[in-house]
């Protein structure tokens, strides 16, 4: 699993390496579907201060294409966390309608 960790932001920047590992922890029983991760991190409003550390997990997958999960909050690291278990959740939800639709289409064999 090839991880990119993208920021303009001096201090988010310096998390690069925490969000790496994270994402490789997280993400690790399901690193065979997951060839591309690509995280974002971003100040929205700047300097004013609330919820606005923003995280963009784009998750790039060759079974279901590019799931992305976003999470705002005060700090990196609780955007950071929020934003994994959304992707996580994305992850496991496509899955399960993946496994549905094979359910409700079996495939066509001959009785002979």
């Not at 991880?3 to 920047?13: K, M, R, T």
């Not at 029983?29 to 606005?52: E, F």
């Not at 992305?68 to 278990?85: K, Q």
């Amino acid at each position: 699993m090839q991880v990119n960790v993208q920021s303009l932001n001096q201090a988010a920047g310096e998390l690069a390496a925490f969000v790496e590992q994270r994402v490789r922890f997280v993400m690790r029983r399901r690193a065979d579907l997951l060839p591309h991760v690509t995280v974002v991190l971003q100040d929205v409003n700047g300097p004013r201060g609330g919820p606005d550390k923003e995280c963009r997990i784009a998750l790039r997958t060759p079974r279901h294409g590019t799931l992305i999960a976003r999470a705002l909050s005060t700090t990196w690291r609780r955007a950071v966390r929020a934003a994994l278990v959304r992707a996580m959740q994305l992850i496991v939800r496509a899955e399960g309608r993946q496994q549905a639709r094979r359910r409700a289409h079996p495939p066509i064999t001959d009785a002979n």
